[in-house]
C-alpha cells in the first residue's frame, strides 16, 4: 500500500501509526506544514524505511513563515521531498493572499535551482494560480497535485505540465472527485490519505484507509484490486525514479 500525502507529526500518537506501517508495509510521503516541523518530524521517521518526510510550508501557515525561508532552504540538502505546499484560495485565507504567493514563489525557486524534488502540492481554489507559478519554474521535477479539486479544463493543463496526482478518501466519496479521478492518466495516480485531517468513520484516516482509494480505483479503472495494487506499485517506482542521482 501508498499513502502518498500524511500529516504523521500531526496523529496525538505517532507511534501507534508508525506500527501500523510498519505492519502493513505502507509505503508513506509524511509531509510537515513548516520548516520548523521538518527535524522532529523526520525523527519520527528513522528506523521505518518505507517513509519518506518532506519539508514543506502549508499554504494556511504561510503568512507566519517568511521569516522560515531561510531554514527551508537551508533543509532542502536532506530532503528529495517537499510538502505540503501550494496556495489557497478560500475566503477566509484572503487576507493573506500576497503572502501565500510570495512563499510559494520562494519555495518553487529553490526547488528550481535544486532540481530533482518530488513536491506535494495544494491548490484549493486555486489551482489557476498554482499551474501559473509551475509553469514559471518548470525544473522542479515531479509535482503531485494533492486533494485536486479543480474543473476538467484545469485537470487538462495540469496533465499538459506533466502533474501527478494523489487521491485521498474524501475524493473518492464524491462524485465530482471520482468523476476527476476518472479522467486522471493512471499512470501519474497514487493514493494518499491526508489524515489526520481526514475523517474516515468519525476518526482521524490513517495510511490503511487509502484501501477505500484502492477500492474506488478498482471501480473506476474496471480493473482487479491486483492490477490497481500493482499500477500504484510501478507509478510509486516510475516516480522514484525520476528523481534518481544520475
Ligand atoms: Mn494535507
Known amino acids: 500500500m501508498i499513502d502518498f500525502h500524511c500529516h504523521l507529526d500531526l496523529y496525538d500518537d505517532p507511534a501507534v501509526v508508525l506500527r501500523e506501517i510498519d505492519a502493513m508495509g505502507i509505503y508513506v510521503l509524511s509531509v510537515t506544514n513548516a520548516p520548523a516541523a521538518w527535524e522532529k518530524t523526520a525523527h519520527l521517521a528513522e528506523g521505518h524505511s518505507r517513509v519518506r518526510t518532506a519539508v514543506g510550508i502549508h499554504p494556511a501557515l504561510a503568512h507566519t513563515q517568511h521569516a522560515n525561508m531561510d531554514l527551508f532552504r537551508s533543509l532542502l540538502p536532506r530532503t528529495r521531498y517537499v510538502g505540503e505546499v501550494g496556495l489557497d484560495g478560500s475566503p477566509n485565507l484572503a487576507p493573506y493572499q500576497r503572502s ?3 512563499v510559494f514563489e520562494h519555495v518553487l525557486e529553490a ?3 535544486a532540481g530533482g524534488r518530488i513536491v506535494s502540492v495544494h491548490s484549493r481554489r486555486a489551482v489557476s494560480q ?3 507559478s509551475l509553469r514559471a519554474w518548470p525544473n522542479v521535477g515531479v509535482v503531485v497535485l494533492h486533494w485536486f479539486s479543480g474543473n476538467e479544463r484545469e485537470l487538462v493543463a495540469a496533465c499538459e505540465l506533466g502533474c501527478w496526482f494523489s487521491v485521498g478518501p474524501s475524493m473518492v466519496t464524491s462524485g465530482r472527485g471520482l468523476a476527476l479521478l476518472a479522467e486522471m492518466p493512471m499512470e501519474r495516480v497514487l493514493p494518499e490519505s ?3 485531517f481526514v ?3 468519525d476518526r482521524p484516516a490513517r495510511p490503511s484507509d487509502t484501501a477505500l482509494v484502492i ?3 478498482q471501480t473506476v479503472w474496471q480493473a482487479t484490486e491486483a492490477e490497481v495494487l500493482r499500477r500504484c506499485r510501478e507509478n510509486l517506482a516510475d516516480l ?3 528523481i534518481a542521482s544520475p
Do not use: H
Request: glycine share 4%.
Open 100 to 102: 501565500q504567493r510570495a
Open 194 to 196: 491526508d489524515g489526520p
Open 240 to 242: 522514484a525514479n525520476r
Open 215 to 217: 477500492s474506488a480505483m
Open 111 to 113: 526547488c528550481d535551482k
Open 199 to 201: 475523517r474516515v468513520d
Open 130 to 132: 498554482v499551474l501559473a
